[in-house]
Each structure stands twice: as C-alpha cells, then as structure tokens.
C-alpha cells in the first residue's frame, strides 16, 4: 500500500514542478513584454494601427500619435499648442488636439475627472465609456452626441500633467469605431510626453 502512494505522491510533486516552471515562464514572458512596450524605441513604432508621432513644440510641448495619413493638419488654427486635423475623405471626422497651461496646479486629476464629466450629459454628450488611469495621470471617455447617434462617435482623453494639460479629441464615423477603440488603446500606452 505504501509502494503506490509514494509513486503516486512523486507523480504530483512532477506534475506540479511542471506548473510551476509554466507559470514562472508565463510571468517572465508577461513582464518581458510590459518592458518592452515601455521602451521609447517602441513608443515611437510608426506602424502601431496606422498612427504616427506627432509632436508640438510651441508654448506645451507635446508628443501624440494620429493617423496622419489619413489626416491632414487645418492650418488655419493660429492657438499655440492647438492643432485641428480633417480625415482625406470622410470630412466629419476630425481631431483636436491642445496644450494648455495649469492655472492651478493643486487640482487633482480626481477633481478634473469629476468636473469635465459633471454636466456632460446637459451638453449633448452620451458617455458609453468612462475611465480614470491615475497610473497614467489620464482619464478618457467614449460615446456620441445626442444629435448623431448614428453616425458619428468620439473619444476624448485628457492627460494632467505638472505644469500643463493636453486634450485629444476625435470624431469619426460609426463604422471606425473598432478601429478607433483599438487606436484608443495605443494612444494611451505612449501618452502624451516626449521621452
């Protein structure tokens, strides 16, 4: 009786050795890939879902991806540290995007989060999806205007920083709106600085 639950017993400490191993190498491999999306060499990759850096200098120094190749800048904004881009084709989508000094520095992006969604809703605004990345000294929301609900739909992201803010802003067509969800995502890991 003694000779089977010892080979029994052996057959779970290599069964279980084995778990481990996997899941030592699954946490490396995570953490490896975490580091690397962190990396400026891959912050800057020019072919994450079509976007490209964009990069202010002027008054907030800024740097952004949009897809500038299916955008082209209005250059007829003359706001430093603004800029405003309409798609080639589809010429209700269009981006925002603006640089604007911290008249008080003591707001916490807690308090910007509530304040900038507090009377959204009685500007037009339906907020799908809200969220605030304190990690990532952002927030962002997703949704559409009561006026276009079936057409158009935006994303905004707001990042706080020390000194300043940036806001982007996008609104595109309803069929972009996976796209846009996966751009999203890629946005939010480069953010908004110039490292």
């Known amino acids: ?3 089977p639950f010892i080979y029994f ?20 491999s995570v953490d490896t890939v975490a580091k690397v999306i962190e990396t400026p060499a891959a912050k800057y990759n020019k072919s994450i879902e079509g976007l490209a850096i964009y990069k202010n200098s002027e008054m907030v120094e800024y740097c952004l991806l949009l897809p500038l ?5 209005n250059t007829a904004d ?30 916490s ?25 304190k990690n990532k000294n952002c927030f962002y929301s997703k949704g559409y205007w009561n ?3 079936n057409e158009l739909r935006y994303i905004e992201i707001c990042w706080l920083r020390d000194e300043d803010v940036i806001t982007y802003y996008s609104a ?12 999203l995502d890629a946005i939010l890991i480069v953010g908004s600085g110039c490292q």
């Open 1 to 3: 009786m003694k000779q």
């Open 9 to 28: 017993l052996g057959i779970q400490i290599f069964v279980s050795s084995c778990g481990s191993e996997k899941a030592e190498e699954e946490k490396v």
């Open 69 to 73: 190749e299916e955008y082209v800048e």
């Open 78 to 107: 003359e706001e430093k540290a603004q800029h405003s881009f309409v798609h080639n084709i589809k010429k209700n989508n269009e981006i925002n995007v603006k640089g604007l000094l911290r008249a008080n520095t003591q707001i």
């Open 109 to 133: 992006i807690e308090d910007y989060f509530k304040n900038t969604y507090e009377d959204a809703e009685l500007e037009g605004k339906i907020i799908q999806k809200k969220e605030l990345l």
């Open 147 to 149: 006026n276009s609900i």
């Open 172 to 183: 595109f067509d309803i069929q972009d709106t996976t796209i846009w969800n996966n751009r």
